[in-house]
């Protein structure tokens, strides 16, 4: 799902550079991705827009804390991993922070899917604008 979501982003004009992504086994397109400029496994900027934890819910537990240190600031967390609560995910980032829980239909990348989600906490997320491309 991750990897549809960012292939509609980039068929909407979002620039391969201004990605990161931190997989550990990068599919053979993230890695034809990194050759365009997509920051792959790298280290992360220092206060991304937003941050999209897109792996299965066994693997959250080895991926917030690779995520982390972009906590605690202005940072937007968005979830699409089924199963995890927002109570687990502020656990596990062990910082204050704006999370958001979207559960997308499977057809993100025609970009006429639909979204559920919920946040936390609600004040900061209204607050935050989405970035321009």
């Given at each position: 799902?991750?990897?549809?979501?960012?292939?509609?982003?980039?068929?909407?004009?979002?620039?391969?550079?201004?990605?990161?992504?931190?997989?550990?086994?990068?599919?053979?397109?993230?890695q034809?991705?990194?050759?365009?400029?997509?920051?792959?496994?790298?280290?992360?900027?220092?206060a991304?827009?937003?941050?999209?934890?897109?792996?299965?819910?066994?693997?959250?537990?080895?991926?917030?804390?690779?995520?982390?240190?972009?906590?605690?600031?202005?940072?937007v967390?968005?979830?699409?991993?089924?199963?995890?609560?927002?109570a687990?995910?502020?656990?596990?980032?062990?910082?204050?922070?704006?999370?958001?829980?979207?559960?997308?239909?499977?057809?993100?990348?025609?970009?006429?899917?639909?979204?559920?989600?919920?946040?936390?906490?609600?004040?900061?997320?209204?607050?935050?604008?989405?970035?321009?491309?």
């Amino acid at each position: 799902m991750g990897q549809a979501l960012l292939d509609g982003w980039l068929a909407g004009g979002l620039a391969p550079a201004a990605v990161s992504v931190l997989d550990p086994a990068p599919s053979e397109r993230l890695q034809e991705l990194a050759a365009q400029g997509l920051r792959l496994n790298g280290d992360l900027p220092a206060a991304p827009a937003a941050c999209l934890l897109a792996v299965k819910p066994q693997q959250m537990a080895d991926a917030l804390p690779r995520v982390a240190q972009l906590a605690g600031g202005d940072t937007v967390f968005v979830s699409i991993a089924a199963g995890t609560t927002l109570a687990a995910l502020e656990a596990g980032l062990g910082a204050p922070a704006p999370i958001i829980r979207a559960m997308p239909t499977p057809r993100p990348r025609s970009a006429a899917g639909s979204l559920r989600w919920s946040a936390m906490p609600a004040p900061t997320v209204r607050r935050w604008r989405w970035p321009k491309r």
